[in-house]
């Protein structure tokens, strides 16, 4: 089984290849507000280094958020048209989980603006606390890994290698059953949002 994972979210634009249980080619570059641009030159260039005929991909999964509003459209409206065309499996995957990677008792922060953060606490890829938006000040940062936007808290920024995380997390990946009904998960009309 060969698939296609792309995350466009949010900083970063991500692709992974993975054949069965392996990553056998990757790309990871921040390009923040730029991934439009850049996917489809890192597409071309990661199936030409790999030798792989991206009309042979049997599945493509994708981050459904949270994230930037257009950020997560474009990995989103790209694996729904080829899936639809090709008849190809779709999954997805919750951004902040593919960012905590499987790793044991991670909070994950994403600056979601206006002095808040999307945040979600995985522990060995179980979802401990549900992804949610909340404000800087409400986020305990005390006894756990932390991952992504910790400039927000005055500590430098980590992020995970995420062609790693798409293969570890592999087992949370959730299979789109109606491609084109699939929208992205903003949270931002969510109740912790609305607190």
Known sequence: M???CMDTSYKYLALALIKDDEVIGSFQELCFKRQSEMIFVKLKELFSKCQIDPLTIDSICISEGPGSYTGVRIAMTIAKTICEVADIDLYTISTLRL????KKD???IMDARANRAYVGLYDQDRQVMSDRVLSLEKIDLADHDLIGDLSL????DRMSDLALAFLATKKSWHKVEKIAYLVPKYLKESEAYLR
């Open 153 to 156: 808290f005055g500590k430098e």
């Open 106 to 108: 991670t909070l994950v």
């Open 2 to 4: 060969l698939t296609l």
């Open 99 to 102: 960012y905590a990677a499987g």
